[in-house]
Every structure is written in C-alpha cells, then in structure tokens.
C-alpha cells in the first residue's frame, strides 16, 4: 500500500474519478 501525501490528496480533489480508480489500482495491484 502507497500513502498518499496530502498535496496529492487535495490535488487528486480535482481529477476525474476514472483517473481516480486507475491510479489506485496501479499502485495497489
């Protein structure tokens, strides 16, 4: 599991959910 630092959390705020979802399965597996 990757932590996600809080400037990535608050820019991700403003990325469609799509990217969202396959970001977090690429860093996830």
């Known amino acids: 599991p ?3 630092p809080e400037i ?3 820019a991700a705020d403003k990325i469609s ?3 969202l979802a396959w970001l ?3 860093l996830n597996g």
């Open 24 to 26: 977090n399965k690429e």
């Open 8 to 10: 990535i959390s608050v």
């Open 2 to 4: 990757y932590e996600v």
């Open 17 to 19: 959910p799509d990217y």
